[in-house]
């Protein structure tokens, strides 16, 4: 099968992906073998695939928002011909503490889709039956892929932030996670302010129905009671800390920050503000998500890239130069 694979990671810029010819992976017991429909390209791959995660196995083939279709390994629930999707979360041990206190995203021993085992940029991919989710029938491939990991683990930010409905809540950063978030904010009556750079993204956050949108830089005009953090940046973490009322949240929706800076504790944390961080996803999370997905007819916006231009679909994440989400098929 055709594979964009990563022997050693490097800038994006030097295309460390070399699309290749590979077997194609068989299913062991407990798995089910897909051919790939479509792969979400998210911003945790940039991370991997330029080395700001350390390498887990080489080679790699990676991609975790895999959308699918059964063609082996079928079981009672997994009918052959039946379209699923994978997300980042392909396993997990199911017996550490936090497996046994519903807090399976924090597992120790998970297995990461497309980073401790091969993902989606393929033809072809093996997933644990356990950890495929059936897709509603309403999602063509193309518009459920980005659901699987910029639209579960969005929506599960907004659970960490503890996002009520009517709330007013911040959206520092909009590329494909908050451009999905923003839609679940408004179906629960939510005001939402938008801070973001790129002229693009902020039309497209106006178009979505925020209340107000502004620059990284821009502070919104009204205490916020939660804000997500989108961008791998710390500055923008203390942005939005800056924006919240006494006893807001705000959640970091980012697997790698480039660094934490100094902040004034009296002025911004004191008060009982809370920061948290936005660790995976629970596959409760994916249920609930993707049934809320069909509910309120969530449709991405996407830019769709083949299989070859895996590296170029990285350089566009990294460039900003997408509005909504990207999407490779295969
Ligand atoms: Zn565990
Ligand atoms: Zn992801």
């Known amino acids: 099968m055709k594979a964009a694979v990563l022997v050693s990671p490097g800038k994006i810029s030097d295309r460390p992906l070399c699309i290749e010819e590979v077997p194609q992976p068989e299913p062991g017991a407990g798995q089910v073998l897909l051919r790939v429909l479509a792969c979400g390209v998210c911003r945790t791959d940039l991370h991997i695939v330029e080395g700001e995660l350390p390498s887990l196995r080489s080679p790699l083939i990676p991609g975790h928002q895999i959308a699918g279709e059964i063609i082996g390994g079928a079981t009672a629930e997994l009918s052959i011909g039946s379209r699923?999707?994978?997300?980042?979360?392909?396993?997990?041990d199911g017996a550490c503490w936090y497996c046994r206190n519903n807090l399976e995203n924090l597992c120790d021993s998970p297995t990461f889709t497309g980073y401790s085992v091969n993902g989606g940029y393929a033809e072809f991919a093996v997933a644990r039956s356990d950890f495929v989710f059936p897709l509603p029938a309403s999602l063509d491939p193309l518009h459920a892929?980005?659901?699987l990991c910029a639209g579960i683990?969005?929506?599960?930010?907004?659970?960490?932030?503890?996002?009520?409905?009517?709330?007013?809540?911040?959206?520092f950063g909009f590329g494909a996670s908050a451009h999905l978030a923003i839609e679940v904010l408004r179906a629960w009556r939510c005001e939402v302010y938008v801070a973001t750079r790129g002229a693009s993204h902020r039309k497209l956050a106006e178009s979505l129905g925020a209340k107000w949108v502004g620059s990284e830089t821009e502070k919104p005009p009204v205490e916020l009671d939660r804000a997500i953090t989108f961008a791998p940046s710390g500055?923008?973490?203390?942005?939005?800390l800056a924006s919240l009322r006494k006893g807001g949240v705000v959640a970091i929706n980012a697997i790698h920050l480039d660094r934490m800076p100094e902040f004034d504790y009296d002025r911004l944390l004191w008060g009982e503000r809370q920061i948290r961080s936005v660790a995976n996803m629970t596959r409760v999370d994916a249920r609930d998500f993707l049934k809320l997905a069909a509910d309120i007819h969530l449709r991405p916006k996407v830019t769709t890239f083949a299989l070859d231009q895996a590296n170029e679909a990285l350089a566009a994440i990294k460039g900003d130069a997408i509005d909504g989400a990207a999407v490779?098929?295969?």
């Open 145 to 147: 892929a980005p659901l």
């Open 235 to 240: 500055d923008v973490v203390i942005s939005a």
């Open 328 to 330: 490779i098929i295969p």
């Open 84 to 92: 699923v999707g994978v997300s980042w979360i392909g396993g997990t």
């Open 153 to 171: 683990i969005g929506f599960r930010s907004l659970r960490v932030a503890g996002v009520e409905p009517g709330e007013r809540v911040g959206l």
